[in-house]
């Protein structure tokens, strides 16, 4: 083999290395659909101090024992609205902001929130904020508990997945509010796959997930 041969050889092989390298550091971001956006209407901007998403973590025997109930923060966002009717929306979500309210415990209470900002699970310290992007907005059907649907690309711990919550959507006197349907979300496909022992109680693959969000018009 000529030396010139061998060299490109070793060149493909070492930028494959790269390549495979840096796909390790930098998560997969998948099936996100186009994001609806939208240069009529009213801005209205998050109210941060007001909103905030509730989680729930389940063992896989579902009951009050075996599981845990938190809170989030949103650090930013704003929708837009157009004769009355929601339009778009972007949602940013401060994941270092996670909290537990059924651990009363100090000890216990800092522990499990350690535990959920490490690399078992959200990662927080390389992924500290999430995201929700509307890509759709429907009526919901007749009957149902919910007036809205709301189709989005969800973004926790770099990986990106279209989903879908029910939702109230209010706007009266320059205020919006949207309260979502609390929906299990798989952990798995977002990359968190930590579990226990069995001995300890295996952890559900769902996380139980409301946004509750507050948004105020621009002026």
């Not at 390790?24 to 209205?44: C, F, H, M, R």
């Not at 972007?90 to 009363?104: G, P, Y």
């Not at 759709?136 to 973004?155: F, R």
């Amino acid at each position: 083999m000529k030396k010139s041969t061998i060299i490109a050889a070793f060149l493909i092989i070492s930028a494959s290395i790269v390549i495979i390298s840096c796909g390790k550091d930098k998560p997969v971001t998948s099936e996100a659909n186009d994001v609806l956006t939208t240069s009529n209407g009213q801005i209205y901007v998050v109210d941060t101090m007001n909103s905030r998403a509730e989680w729930k973590g389940f063992k896989v025997i579902k009951s009050d024992n075996t599981s845990h109930i938190g809170t989030l923060k949103f650090e930013s966002g704003e929708v837009t609205v157009k004769d009355n009717k929601l339009e778009s929306g972007q949602f940013v979500i401060d994941m270092t902001s996670i909290a537990n309210e059924d651990l009363k415990k100090t000890e216990d209470n800092t522990k499990l929130i350690g535990h959920l900002k490490s690399a078992d699970f959200f990662e927080t310290d390389k992924f500290p904020t999430a995201s929700f992007e509307i890509t759709k907005i429907s009526e919901a059907p007749a009957g149902s508990d919910y007036n809205t649907v709301l189709d989005g690309n969800l973004t926790l711990k770099g990986i990106t997945k279209p989903e879908t919550f029910n939702a109230n959507v209010k706007i009266k006197d320059g205020e919006l509010s949207i309260a979502t349907e609390p929906k299990d979300i798989s952990r798995d496909e977002f990359g968190i796959k930590f579990q226990m022992p069995a001995a300890e109680g295996l952890i559900k693959n769902e996380i139980n997930v409301q946004m509750k969000v507050k948004a105020i018009e621009k002026k």
